[in-house]
C-alpha cells in the first residue's frame, strides 16, 4: 500500500462565560455580539475526529458516534468547512506547483475523504458537541491539507460549522470578536489567556436529567433576533463593556469578578430567552434550585465572598466555575440536594480523588449554610457531576493505531 494521507485530532468543549445568542448572518455564521469562553479540559470532554484522503474512495462520507450521516450533501454547515478547507488546499497545490516549482505535489484537493468522529460524553446531554465537534472538523481538516493559516484564520471555518466552535479551537480563555465586516473575514476567535494562567480555575458540570430539548440554539437564538426588544440593549450596553471586564478579570485572575460577570451574563442570557416571543424555556426546576444554592453559599460565607459562579447553556445543565479550594464544598452540597440514582461511579467519578474514604453529600455542609434554602430533590435529578479543570485546544494524536479509520480507511467501529 502507498502513502495514507490521514489525521486525527481531538478537540476540547467550551463553555461561555459571555454568551453568544443571536445571528446577523445566519449563512457566514456572523453573531450579533461578541463572546468569551473557557476551554475544558480533554481528559473528561472531547470530540476525536479521523480523516482519510484517497484518489480510491468513491464518494466523502462522515460517520459520527457509530453511524454514517447518509444526507451530508444537505448538511450546509458541514460542506461549508469542507470547501472553504478544500479551496484552501487547492490554492496551496497551485502555489507549491506555480511559484516552487514543486512537481509531485499530491492533488489532495481532489480527493474523497472518510470522516470518522466520536465524542467521548453523551451527545444527548446537551454539552455543546456541535462546538467540540466542527473544531475537531476544521482542526483534522487543516492538519490533513498541511494548510499554511493559523489558529485565528481557521476559526473562521469552524466558526461556520458552529459558531461556538471557533472558540474552541485555542485552550484556556478565549474571545470570539463578533467583527464588523458583511463577509465574515474579522469575525474570529482569539486566545485571552492560555490554559496555564489560571490553574485554580475548575468547572464542576452538573448533568440534569431532561428529556430533548425542544428548542435548538440555532432556532432559538434567531426567535430572539427577531423577538426581543432586550436583545439591542444588551448588544448595544451590555456586552461591549462585559468583554473589557471580563478580559481584565481574566488577566489578573480576579475570581470575584469573573464570578459575577459569569452569572449575570447567565441570567441575562436566559432573560433573553423569556423576552423571545413566544418565550422560550431552557432552565427547570432543577436548574433554578442550582442557582440557590450557589447563591446561598455565596451570600453566607463568613468573608462575604463569591466562591461560585453558575452559568447554563441552551439547556438544564449547570455548569460551576470555582477556585480549587472550594470544589469539595460545592460538590458535596450539589450531591446533598441532588443526590443520584444508585450507581456512584456514574454519579461521580471523582477523577481527582477528594473523596477518597469519604462518601459525598454527607460532608459537613459550610459554616453559615442555612440548610432549609431548598428541599432535597428525589435521586436522579441530577444524573452526573463532572469534575474538570481549563484545558488546551485541539491535538493531533500521534499514535497509528489511535485513529477511528481501520487499515483499508472503514471505521473500526460501527453501531
Ligand atoms: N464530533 C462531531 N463531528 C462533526 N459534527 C458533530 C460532532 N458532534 C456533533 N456534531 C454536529 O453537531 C450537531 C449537534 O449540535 P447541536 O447544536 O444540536 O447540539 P449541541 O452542540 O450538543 O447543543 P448546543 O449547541 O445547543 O449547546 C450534530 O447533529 C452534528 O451535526
Ligand atoms: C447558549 C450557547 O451555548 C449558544 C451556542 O450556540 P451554537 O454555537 O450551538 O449555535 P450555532 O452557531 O447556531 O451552531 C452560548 C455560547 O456557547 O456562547
Not at 453523551?122 to 476544521?138: D, E, I, Q, Y
Not at 428548542?215 to 426588544?229: A, H, K, P, R
Request: aromatic share 8%; hydrophobic share 35%.
Amino acid at each position: 500500500m502507498g502513502t495514507v494521507y490521514e489525521k486525527t485530532v481531538t478537540s476540547p468543549v467550551n463553555i461561555a462565560v459571555i454568551k453568544y445568542w443571536g445571528k446577523r448572518d445566519t449563512n457566514l455564521i456572523l453573531p450579533t455580539n461578541s463572546s468569551l469562553s473557557v476551554t475544558l479540559s480533554q481528559d473528561h470532554l472531547q470530540s476525536k475526529t479521523t480523516i482519510r484522503a484517497s484518489p480510491d474512495f468513491e464518494k466523502t462520507r462522515l460517520w459520527l458516534n457509530g453511524v454514517e450521516d447518509t444526507a451530508i450533501e444537505k448538511n450546509k454547515r458541514l460542506q461549508n468547512c469542507l470547501s472553504e478547507t478544500r479551496r484552501l488546499r487547492k490554492e496551496y497545490e497551485e502555489r507549491l506547483r506555480k511559484d516552487k516549482n514543486v512537481d509531485n505535489v499530491i492533488p489532495l484537493s481532489e480527493y474523497n475523504l472518510h470522516i470518522c468522529s466520536e465524542n467521548n460524553f453523551p451527545t444527548a446531554a446537551g454539552l455543546a458537541s456541535s462546538a467540540s465537534g466542527f473544531a475537531c472538523l476544521a482542526y483534522t481538516l487543516s492538519q490533513i491539507y498541511e494548510l499554511p493559516i493559523s489558529t485565528t484564520e481557521l476559526s473562521k471555518i469552524a466558526r461556520q460549522g458552529s459558531g461556538s466552535a471557533c472558540r474552541s479551537l485555542f485552550g484556556g480563555f478565549v474571545a470570539w470578536e463578533m467583527g464588523f465586516q458583511d463577509d465574515g473575514s474579522d469575525s474570529q476567535a482569539v486566545q485571552i489567556a492560555s490554559q496555564d494562567h489560571w490553574p485554580e480555575l475548575e468547572a464542576l458540570i452538573c448533568v440534569v436529567s431532561d428529556t430533548k430539548k425542544d428548542t435548538s440554539s440555532t432556532e432559538g437564538m434567531q426567535n430572539t433576533v427577531n423577538t426581543s426588544t432586550l436583545l439591542r440593549h444588551r448588544i448595544e450596553h451590555v456586552v461591549p463593556l462585559r468583554m473589557k471586564s471580563m478580559i481584565k478579570a481574566i488577566h489578573e485572575r480576579d475570581f470575584q469578578k469573573f464570578a459575577e460577570i459569569t452569572m449575570q451574563d447567565s441570567n441575562q442570557f436566559h432573560a433573553l430567552c423569556l423576552d423571545t416571543y413566544p418565550p422560550i424555556f431552557y432552565l427547570n426546576d432543577v436548574s433554578r434550585a442550582i442557582i440557590r444554592v450557589i447563591t446561598e453559599y455565596n451570600s453566607s460565607n463568613p468573608e462575604r465572598k463569591l466562591k461560585a459562579a453558575y452559568t447554563f447553556d441552551a439547556g438544564p445543565n449547570a455548569v460551576i466555575y470555582t477556585t480549587s479550594e472550594n470544589v469539595p464544598e460545592i460538590i458535596n452540597l450539589i450531591a446533598k440536594y441532588f443526590p443520584g440514582n444508585e450507581n456512584t461511579r456514574d454519579y461521580f467519578s471523582d477523577p481527582f480523588q477528594l473523596f477518597v474514604g469519604k462518601t459525598i453529600g454527607e460532608q459537613p455542609l459550610p459554616l453559615g449554610f442555612n440548610d432549609q434554602i431548598i428541599p432535597v430533590f428525589p435521586k436522579g435529578n441530577v444524573k452526573q457531576i463532572l469534575h474538570t479543570k481549563v484545558g488546551d485546544g485541539p491535538k493531533v494524536v500521534a499514535g497509528e493505531f489511535d485513529g477511528l479509520l481501520n487499515k483499508q480507511g472503514w471505521p473500526k467501529k460501527l453501531k
